[in-house]
């Protein structure tokens, strides 16, 4: 599919009967695309974008241990030291009660779905993407977090992201954010006393986990492009940092 001007995608690597979910936006925050499949089809949809940025909700590569040796320097018993396998991105959101998954210093011990963003992000050099912002290119990318977006959007901790009112409370958020989304209360418009008490609910309005993390990565990238000022950057650049879809953040969420 080919799109002439500037697209916004995320993409969603946590796996599911498809590993990889994506969702592109056009320059008015209108959704294009959205859809779940394998990585080659992720970049057989890149491959025909004239210019885009893309959003990625996995880490590039493992930690470098910024935060171990923050924590030995600051330790007196540094051979005791736990939690520190982590990248400070990571040590920075756990700090604001932000609970991300830990990214270890082995590729060989990061979960399968980091492992597949590090191939993902390689494929991605290949075809000659560069690190957003870089001037005098097309073609950018940038690390999102889904989880941390929401947390962020919301100003607290998202209901479980598997359950109905967590996608629904998810999907709200983003539609309130002017995204070209289908309506979640429109859901409650569609409930019927015999549709409820036959188990039909009108499950089509509602978008799935893997779609509305890959859509708030979409939306984050959207916003980096367009409104740099809207987004906030977080860890340390020598081994990643997270673009979150928000101008600055909250001392805790709860």
């Given amino acids: 599919m080919l799109f002439s001007k500037a697209t916004f995608i995320g993409i969603d690597p946590s796996g599911g009967r498809h590993p990889f979910t994506y969702a ?71 700090g604001r009660g932000i609970s991300i998954s830990p990214t270890p210093s082995r590729p060989e011990t990061c979960a399968a779905w980091m492992q597949a963003g590090f191939d993902f992000y390689r494929q991605l050099d290949g075809l000659g993407f560069k690190p957003y912002p870089s001037e005098d290119t097309s073609h950018q990318w940038l690390e999102a977090h889904p989880h941390a977006s929401y947390c962020a959007l919301l100003g607290q901790i998202p209901l479980p992201k598997p359950t109905l009112e967590g996608r629904l409370q998810r999907q709200l958020v983003l539609y309130e954010h002017d995204m070209g989304i289908k309506d979640p209360m429109e859901f409650f418009e569609e409930i019927t006393r015999h549709r409820l008490s036959k188990g039909v609910l009108p499950m089509d309005l509602i978008y799935s986990s893997e779609e509305l993390d890959a859509m708030v990565a979409a939306y984050t990238a959207y916003l980096a492009s367009n409104h740099p000022g809207d987004v906030i950057w977080v860890g340390d650049q020598k081994e990643g940092q997270i673009v979150l879809p928000v101008s600055e953040l909250k001392e805790a969420y709860l």
């Fill in 24 to 94: 592109a936006l056009d320059e008015d925050c209108q959704l294009l695309a959205l859809a779940s499949c394998e990585m080659e089809d992720v970049l057989a949809f890149l491959g025909g974008q004239q210019a885009t940025v893309v959003a990625i909700n996995a880490p590039r590569c493992p930690n470098k241990g910024l935060v171990r040796k923050k924590m030995e320097e600051q330790s007196l018993t540094p051979g005791h030291l736990r939690g520190v396998d982590i990248r400070m991105v990571e040590y920075e959101l756990r």
